[in-house]
């Protein structure tokens, strides 16, 4: 069965240092990769997915993420942290069950980003 | 113009009551689907449609019939509300189900279901 871990409940990261927010995976064949972001009482807001080719994918609002296919990982990344940042992170796999496309979700990673 | 929406945003109602939530995109997507998020914020699928046909059924209780008159929408519907359905409900669209590209989900803003 396919499954994502957040092994991170919370991130602390000051304005302007590089964050990492973790993913690692389990899927039976090629995985394909998502990251969401929910802002507070808003839905989810698509950021970037992996697919297929280049390990590292760029993303919406300055973030980037890197598959790793020997550590199972699907890392988020930011260079340098905005306060506006802070948010909930979701990282998520499609199942490849049959034909059902729905997402399968980490627990989620708070970000806060400190000024 | 909002890609995916919902009505209501916030419903609060007794137990026991019977409430709809609708759900609308505009994208001219054939998939849509229903994603429930729990007080701790951990996001599972509900059911999910393709072109109007119920492709996903979790383990949902047979309380929640989700129904859907036309590709652009997918309404949910709860009858006999109990105080363990207060949760935060989610719609999404995706193009299709097809794994090519790997379809992004596209969410709605979200209904906020508070069971007394």
């Known amino acids: 069965a396919q499954s994502v871990a957040q092994p991170e409940d919370q991130v602390n990261v000051a304005e302007g240092n590089p964050l990492t927010v973790k993913c690692t995976y389990s899927?039976?064949?090629?995985?394909?990769l998502f990251w969401y972001v929910q802002y507070p009482n808003r839905g989810l807001q698509f950021l970037l997915k992996y697919i297929t080719g280049d390990n590292l994918v760029k993303g919406s609002y300055g973030f980037e993420a890197e598959f790793n296919k020997s550590q199972t990982s699907f890392h988020l990344k930011k260079p340098s942290a905005l306060v506006s940042d802070s948010a909930l992170y979701f990282c998520a796999v499609r199942d490849h069950g049959g034909s059902q496309g729905n997402l399968i979700f980490g627990k989620g990673t708070k970000l806060s980003v400190k000024p | 113009d909002t890609a995916v929406s919902q009505t209501p945003k916030y419903l609060v109602t007794q137990m026991g009551n019977d409430k709809s939530i609708k759900c609308e995109q505009n994208l001219g997507h054939d998939t849509m689907y229903w994603y429930k998020q729990d007080s701790k914020k951990f996001l599972k699928i509900m059911f999910s449609y393709n072109n109007k046909e119920l492709i996903i059924n979790e383990t949902v209780p047979n309380r929640f019939s989700p129904k859907s008159p036309d590709k652009a929408h997918l309404n949910l519907h709860i009858n006999s509300l109990e105080l363990g359905d207060s949760a935060v409900y989610f719609c999404?669209?995706?193009?299709?189900?097809?794994?090519?590209?790997?379809?992004?989900?596209?969410f709605g803003p979200g209904t906020r279901l508070l069971v007394l």
């Open positions: 899927v039976s064949g090629n995985p394909y």
């Open positions: 999404a669209s995706s193009q299709d189900l097809s794994l090519a590209g790997g379809k992004t989900q596209y």
